[in-house]
């Protein structure tokens, strides 16, 4: 009998994965063979889009949700003395890519690569090139175009850094896709506690982990048209603006180790985000509030405007230095988004008005 893995080795093992945007499934697959035993049903969808479900006979259904897929690149470019140029997939960030190790992902398995740059030496004193998608490059030890080729690799192949989770001073993770995958992490673990702690829920719980969000909300967009959820909390991250270089002026005062991140702003629903509020009142869980103008950027928005509407909110986890690989959360935010969605759902009833106008 194979032992199923504890909250940990899933952590590691699910964010050291490569999910790219449009190549989630091995990832998802990971997602999934940890969820099944905490939920009653699965299904997925043509995208690859993975939703556990607890109660799916149930008529009334409420989703939380978070993102499956991480930026990375694509080979656009080979030359013909064999060095590679790339494409963004998603909001990949071309100042942190010189000297990056990388994998390149073909039909003949993972190859390993580097994003080349010139020594400090020869650059030219006084004014330097910076970094720009223009001239960064990839170098896979191959002198032609023929030889790189020769290797299995073409234009489209998708590429990720190659870098892994790793924690620092006990209290925080660091390391590359915690944007969203420990997104993913934490709507397990609200699974896990569910059926853990024997609660029997009065509606049908979706737990969705969507693909394609980081190239515009797209999996969300397909997966809440599937589902036709009456209400649905999605967890991503947002910035934590402690560190130097941000502006709170513009960006909001937001720390990673005082607790989730409750947005408001026009596709949050003012009543939904007030029972979450009240939850983390009542269970004395700390919060941070933010603003967001227009749209949330997340899947809140895909969610929020879906069929007739559908009632969402949107729980942050406050991360620094987001789109790098050192992303760093704090793991007592972590277990308090757990326990914020967690309580929630314990508490909630699927007779709960969300008409502002009667």
């Not at 990375?72 to 990056?100: C, L, Q, T």
Request: some cysteine.
């Amino acid at each position: 009998m194979t032992k199923e893995p504890t909250e940990k080795q899933f952590l590691y093992n699910y964010l050291n994965n490569a999910s790219p945007t449009g190549f989630e499934a091995s990832g998802q697959q990971i997602w999934l063979d940890y969820i099944k035993p905490f939920a009653d049903d699965y299904f997925t969808d043509n995208y690859g889009t993975a939703v556990a479900v607890i109660n799916p006979k149930a008529e009334y259904k409420v989703v939380i949700e978070a993102h499956a897929d991480e930026i990375s690149w694509f080979v656009n470019y080979i030359k013909e003395d064999g060095y590679i140029y790339v494409r963004r997939n998603g909001g990949s960030d071309h100042m942190i890519a010189p000297s990056m190790r990388v994998n390149i992902h073909t039909d003949k398995g993972v190859l390993p690569g580097v994003f080349g740059w010139p020594a400090i030496h020869v650059r030219k004193d006084g004014k330097e090139d910076a970094p720009t998608l223009d001239n960064i490059f990839i170098d896979v030890g191959a002198r032609s175009k023929e030889e790189v080729e020769e290797m299995g690799i073409h234009v489209g192949c998708v590429i990720t850094f190659k870098d892994e989770l790793t924690e620092l001073n006990g209290k925080f993770y660091s390391g590359r896709a915690l944007d969203n995958r420990i997104g993913g992490y934490m709507i397990a673990q609200v699974a896990r506690k569910i059926k853990e702690n024997k609660k029997k829920l009065p509606f049908g719980l979706y737990i969705v982990n969507a693909v394609q969000e980081e190239i515009g909300l797209r999996g969300a967009q397909m997966i809440a048209a599937n589902i036709k959820p009456n209400a649905a909390i999605i967890t991503d991250v947002c910035h934590d603006t402690t560190a130097p270089l941000y502006n709170k002026v513009t960006s909001g005062d937001f720390t990673a180790g005082k607790g989730p991140v409750l947005p408001v702003g026009a596709s949050v629903h003012k009543k939904l985000l007030d029972l979450i509020i009240a939850t983390a009142k009542k269970n004395d869980i700390p919060f941070q509030r933010a603003t967001a103008s227009r749209g949330t950027g997340t899947d809140t928005d895909a969610f929020a405007y879906s069929n007739e509407g559908v009632p969402s909110a949107l729980i942050s986890l406050p991360l620094k230095y987001m789109h790098t690989t050192v992303e760093t959360a704090s793991k007592d935010d972590i277990e308090q988004v757990i326990n914020l969605m967690y309580e929630f759902l314990v508490d909630f009833g699927p007779t709960f008005d969300f008409r502002y106008i009667k």
